[in-house]
């Protein structure tokens, strides 16, 4: 069989980035024989290293290598102490994570919340509140919405007085398309979507509902019910065993993917895909960590790799069509936490298995778990 290539953008970014991307390269040249492919793994300034380099945040060298590469592996950007130094349009989130989004059509954002069980003491739940297992799936449309609208500014009104305006927009074809893919998803899982909207106040809600109950039609095999967000945000720390797919606009979905992330037992535990359109198997993507840039800890060997690796698995499965290596990564991270190895966001000095570990070792351990 020959070997398969792929060419990689590996966007490191800003604070623990550099630091998490290192391990998720590591896991792929693990990966690069066992299941007979080649990564092509080029590295580029993004985030305030592109600012620092090239004077803005998506550098034109950048972009260039993302749109000749095949998906891109993004780290995270922003730094706190630092953006409020330079004008809102200039920050890394908006332009270079929102204008990514943009420039390749990423529209639906996957991220899988699962709870795996030696680390239940870092969810926030109790025991009987985790009954029934955590194994959610986000499913958030993320070119649309509060964040793309338009009109979007801040105006003088009278004197002193501000007006701020974000325009919620969404068409149908919008909504159908994000819909299709949070049934193929749940067909895949659990088969059962959940559709979070605010039908009771927003028109955007009564579109959202009325377009995806039809689209529901279509997929006869599924289960599908509407919940108001603010209800699934508390159904979510009561019973967070009762979602498999959750169906979310942007907004939304933004937040309560962030709040699941919780139920993981950390923002170091998440990974997130997002892709565009695609043929077959495979599809461009952008993948990346939930959680932040940590500045807190950059530097000190001190962060969750996980998320990152776990981002890279989703790569191989929706980019590469790589099923079998994906799942070979996702066991070695099971393999990794189960043998009682923790960074210090999951770890529990009254965990007698438990074994503080780093960032460098948690990589290498995960590395060195992968088998064909």
């Known amino acids: 069989m020959p070997i398969q290539t792929f060419k990689i953008a590996a966007l490191a970014g800003d604070g623990i980035g550099p630091e998490v991307m290192r391990q998720a390269i590591l896991v792929l040249r693990a990966i690069e024989k066992p299941f007979n492919a080649s990564f092509a793994i080029s590295e580029a300034p993004v985030g305030w290293a592109g600012i620092d380099a090239a004077g803005k945040a998506l550098p034109d060298s950048t972009l260039a290598l993302c749109k000749s590469s095949d998906a891109i592996l993004f780290g995270s950007v922003g730094l706190p102490d ?89 068409t149908t074809p919008e909504i159908e398309r994000i819909a299709h893919v949070a049934f193929k998803a749940a067909r895949l899982r659990r088969k059962r979507v959940t559709s979070i909207d605010k039908a009771n106040v927003l028109e955007n809600g009564v579109l959202w509902r009325e377009v995806v109950t039809r689209v529901g039609k279509s997929y006869g095999d599924v289960a599908l019910e509407h919940m108001f967000v603010d209800n699934a945000a508390m159904q979510l720390m009561l019973r967070p065993s009762q979602f498999d797919v959750m169906l979310c606009e942007n907004m939304f979905g933004d937040i309560l993917s962030d709040e699941a992330a919780a139920l993981a037992g950390s923002l170091g535990m998440l ?25 807190d800890i950059a530097g000190k060997n001190l962060a969750n790799p996980i998320a990152q690796i776990l981002s890279a698995a989703m790569m191989l499965r929706f980019s590469f069509g790589m099923e079998a290596a994906a799942s070979a990564v996702e066991k070695a991270v099971a393999t990794a936490i189960h043998s009682g190895l923790r960074t210090g966001d999951i770890y529990s000095a009254t965990d007698p298995a438990a074994k503080r570990t780093t960032t460098t070792e948690m990589g290498a351990t995960i590395a060195a778990a992968i088998t064909a």
Do not use: W
Not at 134 to 160: A, C, N, W
Not at 272 to 284: C, K, M, N
């Open 271 to 295: 990974p997130s895909a997002s892709l565009g359109a695609g043929s077959g198997e495979r599809v461009f993507g952008f993948y990346e960590p939930a959680g932040g840039t940590a500045p």
């Open 82 to 170: 630092r953006d409020p130094t330079i004008p809102k349009e200039e920050r890394p989130e908006r332009a270079a994570l929102l204008r990514i989004r943009k420039e390749f059509g990423l529209y639906a954002n996957l991220r899988p919340v699962k709870l795996h069980a030696p680390l239940a003491h870092a969810c926030p739940l109790n025991a009987d509140r985790q009954a029934g297992g955590i194994d959610v799936l986000v499913v958030r449309e993320l070119t649309g919405g509060m964040y793309f609208g338009q009109p979007k500014k801040t105006e003088l009104v009278s004197e002193g007085v501000h007006r701020a305006i974000d325009t919620m927009v969404y």
